[in-house]
């Protein structure tokens, strides 16, 4: 299983990005689908989850700025990044809980990271 992450890049403060994850390879059923950032010197730290029912949650921090959504037919999840600001940048990684087989129980997956710099 791989998850490619793309649409970090550079944006000014006020801007907005949006971040996309697709999940790849022997996959049965995804669980919960994530986005965790980490910012220089800091520990990673959960930005937004959603479950495969679409219940979401997010870091008080990023309430009412992002927005996160999933494409299950495409195993993708979505991070749509509103009113940044520079306390954003960090390098994100997308994560799902993956169930590779009916049988089998879910596997944490991680994608390799995708910068967003925020300037002021």
């Known amino acids: 299983v791989q998850l490619q992450a793309s649409g970090g890049g550079l944006v000014q403060a006020g801007g907005s990005l949006r971040l996309s994850c697709a999940a790849s390879g022997r996959i049965f059923a995804i669980n919960d689908m994530a986005w965790y950032r980490q910012a220089p010197g800091k520990q990673r730290e959960l930005v937004a989850r959603?479950?495969?029912?679409?219940?979401?949650n997010y870091a008080d921090s990023v309430k009412g700025r992002f927005t996160i959504s999933r494409d299950n037919a495409k195993n993708t999840v979505y991070l749509q990044m509103n009113s940044l600001k520079p306390e954003d940048t960090a390098v994100y990684y997308c994560?799902?809980?993956?169930?590779?087989?009916?049988?089998?129980?879910?596997?944490?997956?991680w994608g390799q990271g995708t910068l967003v710099t925020v300037s002021s």
């Open positions: 994560n799902a809980e993956v169930y590779v087989r009916s049988w089998a129980g879910r596997t944490p997956y």
């Open positions: 959603i479950t495969s029912g679409g219940s979401t």
